[in-house]
């Protein structure tokens, strides 16, 4: 079955791969909070745990932009919007980087994050072909 948004149209797999990415990004996040929320010995914080928020964030953000995009008529404010789609795709890239490095056994599973987005890159290139 296709899933359909609330007027009944079917989603494009750009955006069901923008919601893949959100649901993936939320459950790593969650596991490596765990990991990297208790302070350490010397009372600081683990500077990594902010990058927990921000690939949630930056995923979350993903759909609207396509839904602008999409939603646009003429092509200088679908290209605006894209543009943004493809600095968000860059920096929820750099940041799985970032968190692979953290000390958490929560990381096991950004490997896994940064292959959805390759993926997601290669549906935004087609997608911008059909704008």
Not at 82 to 106: A, D, I, P, W
Request: include cysteine; charge should be positive.
């Amino acid at each position: 079955m296709v899933p359909q948004t609330s007027n009944n149209l079917p989603i494009s797999p750009i955006l069901k791969k923008a919601l893949d990415i959100f649901t993936l990004s939320r459950y790593i996040s969650d596991n490596l909070i765990y990991d990297l929320a208790p302070l350490r010995k010397n009372g600081s914080e683990d500077p990594n745990i902010y990058f927990t928020g921000d690939i949630v964030q930056q995923s979350i953000s993903l759909a609207p932009e396509i839904l602008k995009a999409e939603s646009k008529v003429f092509s200088e404010d679908k290209h605006k919007h894209v543009e943004s789609l493809s600095q968000l795709t860059h920096v929820l890239y750099n940041n799985c980087e970032r968190l692979e490095k953290s000390n958490s056994r929560g990381k096991e599973f950004l490997p896994l994050l940064r292959k959805e987005l390759k993926k997601f890159k290669k549906l935004q290139r087609i997608w911008m072909l059909t704008l």
